[in-house]
């Protein structure tokens, strides 16, 4: 690629754009997005769920909507949003309440059920923070490739779900930052030798919520050499079109 724009925190790369309306088994009724890449296939699909609710997570929680705004063009990589029951975005609202994660798992399968309806292959979960207990006792389920976990605090997480994971069919690693305020990386090593086949990466400097451009681009950098293994780094700048989004 030719050089181009510098790729920043409010860059928004091209892709292709849908709002969605997911339907649980429950009968709610989620809002969300799905981005695309704007012409080849998807090489992969992630699917995110955003931090805790109940203190600002949603799917425009900043790392996923950067994993929105760039992997699509940056990895052809699909990334699918959506706010668990009870949240709200500029998007819109779902319908239902905060469930600590438990109606959560309906909402989550709501959002694999949609993509493999969509014949969306390669498919991986994402959660971050409360993303992660979500991700953890519900998305031991087919035909999920395997589950990134951003900041997990294991807050609703049992030791015996963590368990369960050993002998799944699917690769699991935990993103810890080394200076996380709620599991940092020697607790969290400690929480999960329950299942030694989680890999648990520490990653030097950063903080539970990522706040930062360099933590965001080494992040995605990181997602995507587990997604598609053997993929080079994500460029830095960007020759074609670009728009820069903006809070005001």
Known sequence: MTAGSEITANSVLPARRFPLRLQTSDGLRLVGELALPQEATPKATIICVHPLPTHGGMMDSHVLRKMAWRLPALADIAVLRFNTRGTSSEAGSSEGAFDEARGE???LRAAIHYAVGQELANIWLLGWSFGTDVVLKHGDIEPVRGALLLSPPLRFTTA????????????????????????????????????????????????????GERFVADLLNRI??????????????????????SDL
């Open 160 to 211: 015996e779900e963590l368990r369960s994971w050993q002998d799944a069919p699917r690769e699991v690693v935990a993103f810890v930052p080394e200076y996380d305020d709620f599991l940092p990386p020697d607790a969290a090593i400690e929480a999960f030798a329950v299942a030694p086949r989680i890999k648990v990466v520490p990653v030097p400097e950063a903080k539970h919520l990522w706040v």
């Open 105 to 107: 798992g309906r909402d």
């Open 224 to 245: 995507v050499a587990e997604v598609l293994p053997g993929s080079p780094p994500l460029p830095s700048t960007w020759s074609g079109p670009i728009e820069r989004w």
